[in-house]
Nanobody, 126 residues
Framework: QVSLVESGGGVVQAGGSLSVSCTFS????????MAWFRQASGKEREFVAA????????GYADAVTGRFTVSRDNSKNTVTLQMNSLEPEDTAVYYC???????????????????WGQGTQVTVSS
């Protein structure tokens, strides 16, 4: 049984930084691609960033490229999203997701992710 728990959300001023983490419980973390999605109030959930099983490949949404960095520690079963130069438009609930697809690379497609965390709120004030 897999469970994901996010932590580290909060309130930050525009231009500031914040890090959110996700702890994976269960076996086989290193065989899952991991991703972050977010959902702003009144909007659909969207892809933010993803990282491959080994951590060798990462991908980002255009809106966060150059500002956000995703990383993972397979020895600690954690994945982290470091967010810099935050903007009010980054305000959302951030969700961690895990995908066990047997392929070498991750997907950006929400419906293909197998497990989801409960989300953590990130609020960026202007």
């Amino acid at each position: 049984q897999v469970s994901l728990v996010e932590s580290g959300g909060g309130v930050v001023q525009a231009g500031g930084s914040l890090s959110v983490s996700c702890t994976f419980s269960g076996s086989g973390f290193s065989r899952f691609h991991m991703a972050w999605f977010r959902q702003a109030s009144g909007k659909e959930r969207e892809f933010v960033a993803a990282i491959s099983m080994s951590g060798s490949r990462t991908g980002y949404a255009d809106a966060v490229t150059g500002r956000f960095t995703v990383s993972r520690d397979n020895s600690k079963n954690t994945v982290t999203l470091q967010m810099n130069s935050l903007e009010p438009e980054d305000t959302a609930v951030y969700y961690c997701a895990a995908d066990f697809n047997g392929n070498d690379d991750f997907t950006r497609l929400e419906y293909l992710y197998d497990y989801w965390g409960q989300g953590t709120q990130v609020t960026v004030s202007s």
